[in-house]
């Protein structure tokens, strides 16, 4: 008899607990269980997590300090297309010479250059329409929503093709209507109210909508900066021929939203759409989901994790002790990806109830990619939940269980989406089961020889 320290690599990661009794010197790893006579360390992946989408149609976009131009077509998904309001401020008090000359006005978009979706070597058609009226805020809203929208002239007043350039800063330089342009020169020239009183613009020029227009479906979609600038520019016929240029700013960060336009494909139809943030939930054993789960928070879909059968491996063993490491791996759906169609960098799960809401962080996983074999995955070190989970005989009660979400950064700004299978699964190629989503956890068993 004697006390000793084991040290075991699990993962990558050395864990050591002390024992106290009959060590054997050699302990064998890498089966599915160690045994040293008196401790099992065991390794269980066949518990099989329940797995659902969520989907709530309703989610803010407004002030998140980022458009899109653009849209896609997503096979899972359905067509997108997201449309961008901006407010503007009429320029600072100006003098302007009466012999001076309109020229032209100019819309400046700047992406961000470093976020895209889609394909990059297609060309896009930006437009922008004239806002009908005032943005306000519905009586109960404070903030705008991915459904909401704003009526537009028929006629847009300006129009640009472009192709950009995915990590550089490119600037769109969209030529505006010549009326609207010479109607802008004139009025603050004349000093009329409606371009030198804030609040009379904006009855007077509530503002532009941004978006790919309703002719060709476009290809790729680009995030541009909410420093959107119209600049009026005109000179003066003398012998410098000065050229200057009145300066229409975006104005009010929290007018500035995201309309998402998106048909949805089947099994996602399922879902009603009623402008509402009442979180739906269907599980992937529903017949028409075929085991898979869907997410892509932009459109108002996560996924849930939940693990009712959790408590099986607590009670099957009367020796269970404590759990030493418990990992969920995510694998996308084979050919649900591509580099066009990107996966979120990373995830984040977040502990939920029977409520679908999104709680406590719990853990990050960094996505590992092959397009070309089967290792893309998601990993995420969720021991301390499942630690406390394993033993409370509520967890099935109250529904608890993991939300699948991007980090709270990316939530609102990207369109990275993930489709994953659960234990039921059946993907393509020789390795069918490699496409299910998995939870391997490894347990202390200590045999009592008193």
Avoid at 47 to 54: E, R, Y
Avoid at 345 to 374: C, F, H, K, M, R
Wanted: aromatic fraction near 14%; charge should be negative.
């Amino acid at each position: 008899m004697r006390n000793g320290l084991l040290w075991l690599v699990l993962g990558g990661i050395p864990i050591m607990w002390s024992l106290s009794g009959c060590v054997k010197a050699n302990i064998i790893y890498g089966q599915d269980q160690i045994n040293n006579g008196l401790t099992n360390i065991i390794m269980v992946d066949s518990i099989t997590p329940v797995m659902s989408t969520l989907f709530v149609d309703s989610l803010p976009t407004s002030a998140k300090g980022v458009a899109f131009i653009g849209g896609y077509q997503d096979q899972y998904f359905g067509p997108v297309s997201p449309r961008s309001y901006f407010q503007f401020s009429p320029p600072p008090a100006t003098t302007i010479d009466p012999l001076a000359v309109f020229d032209s006005a100019t819309l400046y978009l700047v992406p961000t250059g470093h976020y895209y979706y889609g394909d990059t070597t297609q060309w896009v058609d930006v437009y922008a329409s004239r806002i009908q009226y005032q943005m306000q805020f519905p009586v109960t809203q404070a903030q705008f929503y991915n459904n909401d929208s704003f009526p537009v002239d028929p006629t847009p007043v300006g129009h640009a093709h472009v192709l950009l350039r995915p990590n550089f800063q490119d600037t769109v330089y969209m030529p505006l209507d010549t009326a609207l342009g010479s109607d802008f020169f004139n009025k603050v020239r004349e000093g009329n109210i409606n371009l030198t009183n804030a609040a009379q613009f904006l009855g007077y020029f509530p503002g532009l909508q941004i978006s790919a227009g309703n002719g060709t479906s476009p290809e790729v979609l680009y995030a541009i900066k909410d420093t959107v600038l119209i600049k009026v520019w005109y000179h003066t016929p003398d012998g410098q021929r000065s050229i200057q240029a009145l300066q229409f700013r975006y104005n009010n960060k929290a007018y500035q939203f995201n309309e998402i336009r998106n048909t949805p494909q089947p099994p996602l139809t399922a879902f009603k759409r009623q402008y509402e943030s009442t979180v739906q939930q269907i599980y992937s054993t529903d017949p028409s989901f075929n085991h898979m789960a869907y997410m892509s928070p932009l459109l108002g879909y996560t996924a849930k994790i939940q693990f009712p059968y959790l408590r099986q491996v607590y009670q099957a063993d009367s020796n269970f002790r404590n759990v030493l490491k418990a990992t969920l791996i995510i694998h996308p759906v084979f050919q649900s990806f591509s580099q066009q169609y990107l996966l979120p960098p990373s995830l984040t799960v977040a502990a939920t109830d029977y409520t679908n809401q999104e709680g406590t962080s719990v853990a990050t996983g960094i996505l590992t990619l092959d397009y070309g074999g089967t290792d893309t995955q998601y990993s995420f070190d969720i021991t301390s939940f499942i630690q406390a989970e394993i033993q409370d005989p509520t967890v099935d009660y109250y529904q608890r269980g993991l939300m699948v979400v991007p980090p709270s950064g990316n939530y609102y700004n990207t369109f990275n989406r993930l489709v994953m299978g659960d234990r039921s699964f059946v993907g393509p190629g020789t390795a069918p089961g490699y496409w299910q989503t998995e939870l391997i956890i490894y347990y202390v068993s200590v045999i009592n020889t008193l």
